[in-house]
Structure formats: structure tokens, C-alpha cells
């Protein structure tokens, strides 16, 4: 009976003003997946009314914003213990092309194959999710999360030495976030500050490891659906090595020379085409840096396709001073907005 009440609710959540197919579904889908976890790990003393204000509340998309869309779509599927919430993208590049321009030399990760038989074409893809670890504030808009993003680069066309590997970054992180009420917004029509932790590593022994750690503030904004996000980042200090290959102490002293000190992007989404970029900078002489240009697009259910170009340094942690171009296309599983 309680299931048949439920889905009685998702087929009556009709709208009382016109929208486009695509809101269409989206609100169906939300309600849904409200619903249904509401149904499975909601209070079991909470009326069908009670209910159905609750999803209507989250799913009601007509004044929503595009950070009030991603926000939703993370509710209603947060406490869902057969579902992972995204935390940054998640795609897979089967095809890219990448040009090495720095004179930098650095060690070949295989020490059987030298640096210059590695292939220009390789694959790329990146894991990103994140889970809340408190969320009891009086203010209902903070929370603290861990998340984790996985980044690796695979030689999958390089028959020559078996297709190995190349790179694989690990970034945990831990962080609080509080989307900010109408009058405590600086500027914008949404609003997230964000503090945060991070440790990012390639997992490789001496001479190849490459490590750092930071604490970062993001400020996250939105005007006229346009999202903005200013990163800026203190890099915690280690201990100098008096020998390279000692275990202890900093695997790359000079990093913050090459990745800089914030970061600062953008997205927007215009007829289910996503576009965005990040841009980094030391704000020094030589201007280091990195840019990164994004589009994803609708191919098929929940599925879009993907291309990014990436010019710059610190890609990857192994390569993180030398600088890269690179052009890929593939899918994109999860975005930004």
C-alpha cells in the first residue's frame, strides 16, 4: 500500500505552469528519486503528506538555479546507499594527444623504456566522489564532506612496452561547505563558501614520488547562470631533503612555481551543451600556469560526450614542470552543472 501511495505521488506531481521537456524530466526524475529514498531510509514515521512537501520543495525547478539544481540532484540521492554522489568530473578520455614543449628531462616511470618511447597518444580518465561526514548544524546549508578524485594516464596504445600506466594521482580531501542565505551573499544569485584540505600524490617511491598538501578556500558564485569558482590555495610546508632519494621530507619543492597559488573557472549550460574552463598562475615574471577549456554534450540517456584541452603545466604530478598541450575526446559520466 505504502509503495502504491508513493508512486500514486510521482504520477500526480504534475506542473501548473508550462516548462520545457527538459524540465520536465528533470523534475520527474528528482521527484522519483526522492520518493523512492524516502520510501527505503526516510523516517518511517513521517506522514504522506510530510512527504510530499518535502520532494515537492526539492524538485520544484521553476525559480532554481543552476547550483540549486546540482545541489538537489545530490539530496535526493545522498543518503541512497546504492548510489555514489560525483564530487568533480567523471569521464573517460579513450583518445588524447599530448605535446610535451619543456626541455625539463625527467625519469622515465618504466625502467626498462626511457622517456622518449612513450607514446604522444594515450588514454585519460578521472574518478571524483565525495560522502558527508556531518551534516547536524543548526544551519542546514553546511555540511562536512571527504571526497576523493582519481586521475590516471594509460599508454593503452603503446604495445612496445605492454601498455602500461604512466601516471595515476590521488587527491582525498576533507572540507566544509555552507551555501550562504540571500543576505549574507557578497554578490551573485547563489552562493557557496568552501575550507578545505587536500593531499595530492602520485604514489610512487623515490626518485618518481610526487606529493604535496594545502588548505584551500573556494568561493562559488552564480549571475544569470553563469557558475564561478575562485580557488586560491596555502601550500603546507615540508621539511627540505638533504639527499633526493630519501624518503622523508619534499618530493617537489618547486611545485607552487608550476601550479601557482589559486585557481579560477567558470561554467555555464546552454541548450544541454555544458561549457566551462579553469585558469591557474603563479602571478610571477614568468607567468606559469595552466589553462583548460571544457564542452560536454548530449549523445545518449545519461551519457554525453566529452572533449577538453588542457595548455600548461601541472596536468599531472609527474609531469607538473614540464608543459603540456593536450587535446582529448571521450565521455563524460558526470559534470558540473
Known sequence: MRALLFTSLILSSGLSHAKTDEEKAIEQENMKQCVLNELVSGDEQQTLVVVKEKCRSLVNIEKMSAIDKRLVREQVTEHNPNVITPHKRNY?????????????????????????????????????LKVPLFENFSDKDQAIHFGFTLQSYWQVYNSDISA?????????????????????RLWGDEMITIIGMEHQSNGRSNPLSRSWNRIYANLIWEHSGYVFSFKPWYRLPEDEKEDPNQPEGDDNPDIHHYMGYFEFSGAFKRHDHEYSFMLRNNLESDNKGALQLDWSFPV??????????FNGYGESLIDYNQHVERFGVGVLLTGFL
Open 92 to 128: 573517460i578520455l579513450p583518445l588524447t594527444y599530448m605535446e610535451r614543449k619543456s626541455d625539463v628531462v625527467i625519469e622515465s616511470p618504466f625502467n626498462e623504456a626511457p622517456e622518449e618511447f612513450l607514446d604522444n597518444m594515450e588514454a585519460k580518465f578521472q574518478v571524483s
Open 164 to 184: 602500461p600506466f604512466r601516471e595515476t594521482n590521488y587527491q582525498p580531501e576533507i572540507f566544509w561547505s555552507n551555501v550562504l542565505d540571500e543576505e549574507n
Open 300 to 309: 545518449w540517456g545519461r551519457l554525453r560526450g566529452y572533449a577538453q584541452y
